[in-house]
């Protein structure tokens, strides 16, 4: 997998680039990407440039050799969910769906900064899941054998094993004692917005345009079929059409006509004020919705559930705020210590069973991709190396292919909690 189809496209970046460019004041790096205005046509329009778009557009020019295509964002790249999130990357599910997707995932982020000649400090420090009963740990035992199947690492460890890593927990809070916990080591976390800019740099040097300020507003369709999109710079045409707007997803279908099984709902992140490292992987807390890790530059990042209301809004409530850090300080009391610094909002594309969307549409020439939940950006390079394939070749890539949007009408959901159809709560 590891740099399958790389094309060499310019060394700009090298030690020996840094090293000058240091000595001579700076002046020699140039813009990432161009700025074009688009064409009257493009053989494919991705609407939406956060990382599934732009991933989708590398792999389209460097695996397919489709590099007549634009992606249209609204604002500015990054400025969506990918760079609001709170960067942790892994494979650990259990559904036979889902799990050789995101392995597949994980791969490609083992590779990712070779492809792009991009650093974007894939750091696999690990991702803890801990476990709180008897039961959650025969659940991880259940989980970890499907990961190893899959071709992914898995290790069950025991309260001792747990402890030796982060002896700084509280083991013996009555409520959620610390039994265990499945660690993949192969997990941690990943510069957000540098993977933005390492795919939009890997397309727009293949030749792909990336128009920023260039809000999708309608669809051009006749005749059942998708011919281009209406937009703030005017109409463009394309022989395919392809979604890709995460929390946007229902607004930007509706245009046309579609109803999609997906909400949207505001999911917050944190920040605390830079400390000592203390603590050099991801963990995540198994008896409520709690996740940490901490940034090189030393704040505790961190985030746990939905603000539980239909929203398009970027920011949340206060009362999710304290609900996050309390459920933070039943694991981690000495967090209740560190001053919150920074905290944001991303609109979440929740799909009605948790699992995500790469499909085409009953449209002729309209494709969708979304219903990432909380989980896409671990997705990232998964979901755009398969919507890439299904916009080539017209078929859906092996490992995405339960992705259907016609799941709920032929009875496939990909359940990977088991809680059934209540989009807030995947
Ligand atoms: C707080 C938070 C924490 C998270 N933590 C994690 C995590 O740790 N790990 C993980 O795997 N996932 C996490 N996620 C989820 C992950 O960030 C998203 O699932 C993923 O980024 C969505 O895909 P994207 O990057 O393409 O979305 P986005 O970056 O949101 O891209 C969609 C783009 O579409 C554009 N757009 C919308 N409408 C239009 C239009 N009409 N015309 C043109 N452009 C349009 C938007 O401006 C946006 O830039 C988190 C999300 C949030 C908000």
Redesign the pocket.
Known sequence: MRNSGFRYTGFRYSGFKVIKEALTGHKGWKPVWRTPEPKKEYDIII????????ATAHYLASRYNITNVAV????W??????????????SNYLHPENQPFYELSMKLWEGLEQDLNYNAMVSQRGVLNLSHSDSQNDAYVRRGNSMIMSGADAQLLDQEGVRELYPFLDFDNARFPIKGGLLQKRGGTVR?DAV?WGYARGADSRGVDIIQN????GFLIKDGKCTGVK?NKGDIGAKKVAS?????SS??MSQAGMNLPIESHV???FVSEGLKPIIDGVITFGAGHF?ISQSDKGGLVF?GDLDMYNSYAQRGNLPVVEDVCEIGMAILPAIGRAKLLRN??????MSMDGSPFIDRTHIKGLYFNGG?????????PA?GFCYAHLLATDTPHEVAKGFRLDRFQTGNVIDENGRGAQPNTH
């Open positions: 609407i939406g440039g956060g990382g599934h778009g732009l249209l964002e609204k604002g790249i990054g400025g969506g969910n990918v760079g609001r999130n709170t960067t942790i990357i892994r957000h933005a260039c809000e999708v507003t937009t890709c707007v995460a929390g946007s607004r930007v999911l917050q992140a996740y985030g944001w909002g991303g609109v979440m594309d990432w939940c909380y989980g896409g950006f671990k997705a990232t979901s």
